[in-house]
């Protein structure tokens, strides 16, 4: 089996920073991309962004410049430290990696549960 736990969601006023953190446990051979999605109420859900196993990133066009994707590979973590944080970034973030089980086993995608941020004015 496999987790996805975040942490590090919480209340900041407007211009302030928070960092989160996901971390992958369980039956894990491999990582490929992992990333942060997130979704405000009435809203789907968007990209915020993803980074490869060679680090490569990619951003949505709202956080670029203000946001930023890193990952630990021998800790199965990505973190994601928001700076400059706006009310209109208040959602609920998840985090997502596709995760190989074994070595023959094809990637499946997981998803942590989702952690809340809320910027307030």
């Known amino acids: 089996q496999v987790q996805l736990v975040e942490s590090g969601g919480g209340l900041v006023q407007a211009g302030g920073s928070l960092r989160l953190s996901c971390a992958a446990s369980g039956s894990i051979s491999g990582i490929n991309a992992m990333g942060w999605y997130r979704q405000a109420p009435g809203k789907q859900r968007e990209l915020v962004a993803t980074?490869?196993?060679?680090?490569?990133?990619n951003y949505g066009d709202s956080v670029k410049g203000r946001f930023t994707i890193s990952r630990d590979n021998a800790k199965n973590t990505v973190y994601l430290q928001m700076n400059s944080l706006k009310l209109e970034d208040t959602a609920v973030y998840y985090c997502n990696a596709n995760i190989r089980r074994a070595l023959w086993s094809k990637p499946d995608d997981y998803w942590g549960q989702g952690t809340q941020v809320t910027v307030s004015s």
């Open positions: 980074i490869t196993r060679g680090s490569s990133t």
